[in-house]
């Protein structure tokens, strides 16, 4: 069955660094658009950035457009989101998603799995 795992999340300081990653298995990883996703307590589930099935286009949100940077490695069936310059307003639990298809995507309902999410922590 479909399992994307979420690692990498914890608590820092504002200007600090982190990288999450995703591994992804039962299914065939080179064929899906993959994405981060935040959920901060309150409010809904947010799109952070989305990268094609090639890792040739990525689309970010305009909260952490040249920030964050996401990236995959088809041969590790994972997917990474380098974040810098991190901000308190970031802190929320990120989630990767499978898209249902091959391109970057943005909108929530176009991901139909999820992985268990990973908390990340920005104090100020």
């Known amino acids: 069955q479909v399992q994307l795992v979420e690692s990498g999340g914890g608590l820092v300081q504002t200007g600090d660094s982190l990288r999450l990653s995703c591994y992804a298995s039962?299914?065939?990883?080179?064929?899906?658009?993959m994405g981060w996703f935040r959920q901060a307590p309150g409010k809904e589930r947010e799109f952070v950035a989305s990268v094609s099935w090639s890792g040739s286009n990525t689309l970010y949100s305009d909260s952490v457009k040249g920030r964050f940077t996401i990236s995959r490695d088809n041969a590790k069936n994972t997917v990474y989101l380098q974040m810098n310059s991190l901000k308190p307003e970031d802190t929320a639990v990120y989630y990767c998603?499978?898209?249902?298809?091959?391109?970057?995507?943005?909108?929530?309902?176009?991901?139909?799995?999820w992985g268990q999410g990973t908390q990340v922590t920005v104090s100020s």
């Open positions: 039962g299914f065939t990883f080179i064929n899906y658009g």
């Open positions: 998603g499978r898209a249902n298809q091959p391109g970057a995507l943005t909108r929530t309902h176009l991901y139909n799995y």
